[in-house]
Structure formats: C-alpha cells, structure tokens
C-alpha cells in the first residue's frame, strides 16, 4: 500500500484537510453528500462526480446529489454497472474506456447525452468494513486516473464514509421523531373521537373501551344516544342508542384512518335519520369506493330501544357476538349479517338487521378478537378463547360492566403474559336491569 508520502501534491492534501474539517461540521446528509462530490470532482480534477448511497434491504444504490443530474434522483441494483461492480467487491475500479468496459451501462448517457469516458468508483466502507456507499468520478480533465488519483479517492473516502454514515443515523433518527410525533398526533385525534361518556339510558348500563396494539389503533367504536330529535347530548337522558365497533384491517395510522371514516359516516348518517339497514348499506357502499384492494371494515351496528327493549343488531364481519341470558345462565350466539364492508356490495336482504329482544339481567356482549385470539405466553396457539370471556362474565354478572371489561383485560394480557396484545381490544357491554 503507497503512503502519503509517496505523493507530492500540496493542493490535494489542503483539499483532503478541507473536506475533513467541513465533513467534521455538518450533519445534514444531502449537506455532506454535496461537499463529497464537489471534493473527489476538485481534487481529481475531473468533470463530475456521484455518490450513492448503499440502501442494504432494498440492495440497491441511490443517488440524491450528484453533479449534472440536478434533483434527479437515481436507483439501480447493487450489482449493476460499474458502480455495482465496485459495490459488490469492494475495491477501487478504475476503467480506463468506459465504452470497451462490458459492465459499463450506457443507458445514461443515451438518456442524457453526456459521453462518459472514464470512471474510477470508490467504495465507501465504514470502520467494521460495512458498505455505506460507493463514490463515482467521471472523466478526468487530462488522460485516465493514475493510481495517485486512486489514493486520493480511498483518502477522501475514508472521510466520507463516516460522515455520511453519521449523518445518515442523524436523518434517521429525526425522521423516527417526526413520525412518531405524527403518530402521537393521530392517536390523540383518535382518542378525543372516542365517547367521553356513555349514554343515560334508564334501566340500562352501557359501557365500552379500546386499547390499541400500538399507538394508533386499528379498531374505534361509538356510543351515540338518541332521541326524539335525533343525536342527544351524552348527559342528556335518551329512550336509544346507536353502537359501533369497527374494525379495519391491519394496525396503525392506515387501518385508524379506516376506521374513523366508518364511525364518521356512521354519526352522518344518524344526523341525517337513516334508518339502520341504509345507513349500513351506504357505509359500506363508501368504503368499496374509498379503500384500496385487499382492505375492508369489519363493524358492527346496534340500536338499542330502551322502549320495547330491543336491540337491533347488524354485523358486516364482526363477531362473534353473544347474549348472556340471566335466567337460564346460558350464551345465545348472534349471527353476522354480511361480508367486511368494502369488499362488496350488500343487496336488501344483506341488510336485513337481526332484532334481540333484553330480558331483565340480559347482557348484549360485542367485543373484538384482540380479546378471543390472544395466543397464549410463547406459544402462537392456545388463544384465549370464548370460554374464558363466559366464565369472567358469569362470574361477575352483577359487576358494573366496566369491572367486567377490566377483568376481562387484566385476565388476557395474564394469557398473553404481556402488556399489550397483538390486536386491539374493544368492548361494547350492554346489559337491561
């Protein structure tokens, strides 16, 4: 290996000393990408220069700066070209003829009408010998590049490397905060959308709560009390209700989104005094033209009347759901009505909902599969189960319905050995006096 003894060049050496002390100063990484190019271009007295950025789970090399492209910006396999090549094994290269060079790709040059005549690529490895990048010099002013030109560039590369791995984690990181800050944001939209209160039905207790998998969670749910004249105040007293559990597909900001347009429509639809079979139908109708493919909704809707003590129940996908009947001590399921919603469209006798009539100590229990598939401590089978909600809510029949949604809660996360489950858990509780 030649020392830097070997080479007599008072210019580059200030050149090697500058772009050290300016990569020493920045962090931003486009900053830093900027200052390399124009070094390896100015110290190799060339015509342009590039560097890519090694993207190891895309396992492709991108450019965001580089001279004569503008704010282009260019994604190619790591194996290909002359910059692949060097990627791949990580040594100088040096061509001499790009057009004699068999790995040479010509398509930019036919796209841009440059003439690429020589290349010298240098990868930039950080100190384990990892790959960051690859650092690119095109056409040298005078002849091909000399092996000094080669020690410059692994100098300057030496440099670069670290401060474009450093000011990569630094982008990284800022970009972790900003979404997470976007996420705080979503999730607090998300809970304040929630019900504050449940509404003041006599001779009725009704309770409901989500707790998301993650910070911004897939499922939402409502309670919405009714009168005479349409939507009432939560503390106002109402002789109905409208209920909603919503579930959409996967977790996060995308499926809370989902989820949220569902609860909105569903209060629209209210206010405008739809009845339950249309308001279904034009929710799901909504969803078909709003979701991308292999997206859907799974709800339930219920619409409880304190006045014949009925609950019409309707469910696109949600379930299973169940009445506790207190006087036989026993468990009715309630069948699902129709598909997820935005998978197609529902005819009139989708839409038929189901109406469950509520006996004295009757409990109405609608609760997602976060609480039934939560598998069991280091194991992926062993889900918690339909029996087990029977037997908490048997045992606590009497309980106020927010001990039995805690118990319920404390008992499955004790299952999952865990504090969180993979999916959301919701609970709507319904239970006549």
Known sequence: MQDLGAFNDPQALRKLLQLSRLLGECADLDQVLRTVIDALRDALRSDRATVFVHDAKGASLVTRVAHGLGTTTIRIPDSRGIAGACAQSREVVNVKDAYEDERFDRSFDAKTGYRTRTILAVPLLDDEGGLVGVA????????????????????????????????????????????QEEIDVARSIQQQAFPQGVPSIQGYEIFGRSTPSQECGGDAYDLVPLDARGIAAVDAPADRAMLLIADATGHGVGPALSSMQTRGMARLALRLGQPLALLAEQINQQLLDDLPGGRFVTAWFGLLDARDHTLQSFSAGQGPLYVYRRATDTFELVDTDAPPMGVMDFDESVCAPQTV????????????????????????????????????????????????????????????????????????LVRRG
């Open 136 to 179: 690119q010099v095109l056409n040298r002013a005078e002849g091909t590049f000399t092996d000094e030109d080669e020690f410059i560039a692994r100098s300057l590369a030496a440099h670069a490397a670290v401060a474009v791995r450093r000011a990569a984690l630094i982008e990284d990181r800022i970009e972790r905060l900003r979404l």
């Open 357 to 428: 009539r509520l006996e004295p100590g009757d409990l109405f229990v609608a609760i997602t599969d976060g609480y039934y598939e939560a598998p069991e401590a280091g194991s992926e089978t062993g889900l918690f189960g339909e029996e087990r909600v029977f037997a908490i809510i048997r045992a606590m029949r009497t309980e106020p319905l927010e001990a039995i949604v805690a118990e319920l809660d404390r008992a499955v996360l004790a299952h999952h050995g865990s504090d969180f489950t993979p999916d959301d858990r919701t609970a709507i």
